[in-house]
Nanobody, 120 residues
């Protein structure tokens, strides 16, 4: 069974930095494109922040130039270093494969996420 366990989120002031981590189990980690997503509110769409396959990374929107995604295939872990955080970065952050993982019954599998709150 595939599992995603995110951590590292907390309350931080604007301009601050955080490093999120996500430990993944149940799949051959190194073979998959991994990604970070975020959801600003329960009624909003979960959006892609960045993804990485091998050493190639892609960033979306405001994550460019501020966030860095990385991975450690030995530890089955994907990271998101977030610098110069803004109020609008407040969200629950999730990691997943890209596209997101679905089980044999077609159900999308997500972890609990980790909450980032940017506030003064």
């Amino acid at each position: 069974q595939v599992q995603f366990v995110e951590s590292g989120g907390e309350l931080v002031q604007p301009g601050g930095a955080l490093r999120l981590s996500c430990v993944v189990s149940g799949l051959i980690f190194k073979e998959y494109k991994m990604a970070w997503y975020r959801q600003a509110a329960p009624d909003m769409q979960r959006e892609l922040v960045a993804n990485i396959l091998g050493s190639r990374a892609l960033y979306v929107g405001s994550a460019k130039d501020r966030f860095t995604i990385s991975r450690d295939n030995e530890k089955n872990t994907v990271y998101l270093q977030m610098n110069n955080l803004r109020l609008e970065d407040t969200a629950v952050y999730y990691c997943n494969t890209d596209p997101s993982w679905a089980d044999v019954r077609g159900r999308n599998i997500w972890g609990r996420g980790t909450r980032v709150i940017v506030s003064s």
